[in-house]
């Protein structure tokens, strides 16, 4: 069984950073492109950025929003994801949701999602 | 980036009613789209991809159709679990992008 487990989260200051990971199970994670989404409470969902897999060069795609601050890594040797959040503002406060990402011909859509993981960025 | 809108942003409904959602994007995006169900204090489950494809293990009164530029999820006859918020996204291009969400309440 697919399962994708957040953790990290919590309470950081502005300016503070957090790491966040990402536990898979049940599949080989060095064969899928992975993504981080996030949803600040009561609103919709967005979409943080991308790392691709091994065959791909795990090279990876940010949110203008986020790009420069954050950072996605793996360890595909620990089945983990791993999303490096810098410089944090109250505006970054939101659940965040690991997924597995499927991309087969012209077939693309993100499958598994996890439970999220809650950051607050708060004085 | 490519917008998407959806209509309506709340829908209030009764259990059998058929609802329709619609996206519409920004610019074409082939058959890139996909549709998520969101309940409250979950995570965005997959129904639909390439716009018209179901999800294994989705309810086949979910269905999805259109390309290019709009698109539409159809529930046929709705169920008390369906009250939910439901998501398009396009996977055309980056950044990914999501529409504003439609909340489907009980009438």
Excluded: H
């Excluded at chain 2, 998407?4 to 994007?25: E, H, K, N």
């Excluded at chain 2, 639909?48 to 009164?61: E, K, M, N």
């Amino acid at each position: 069984e697919v399962q994708l487990v957040e953790s990290g989260g919590g309470l950081v200051q502005p300016g503070g950073s957090l790491r966040l990971s990402c536990a898979a199970s049940g599949f080989t994670l060095s064969g899928y492109y992975m993504d981080w989404f996030r949803q600040a409470p009561g609103k919709g969902l967005e979409w943080v950025g991308r790392t691709r897999n091994k065959a791909n060069s795990y090279t990876t795609e940010y949110a203008a929003s986020v790009k420069g601050r954050f950072t996605i890594s793996r360890d595909d040797s620990k089945n983990s994801l791993y999303l490096q959040m810098n410089s944090l503002s109250t505006e970054d406060t939101a659940m965040y949701y690991c997924a597995r990402y499927i991309l087969v011909t012209s077939l693309r859509y993100s499958d598994y999602w996890g439970q999220g993981t809650l950051v607050t960025v708060s004085s | 980036d490519i917008q998407l809108t959806q209509s309506p942003s709340f829908l209030s409904a009764s259990v059998g009613d058929r609802v329709t959602i619609t996206c519409r994007a920004s610019q074409g995006i082939s058959s890139y789209l996909a549709w998520y169900q969101q309940k409250p204090g979950k995570a965005p489950n997959l129904l639909i991809y390439a716009a018209s494809t179901l999800q294994s293990g989705v309810p086949s009164r979910f269905s999805g159709s259109g390309s290019g530029t709009e698109f539409t999820l159809t529930i046929s006859s709705l169920q008390p679990e369906d009250f939910a918020t439901y998501y398009c996204q396009q996977v055309n291009s980056y950044p990914l992008t999501f529409g504003g969400g439609t909340k489907v309440e009980i009438k």
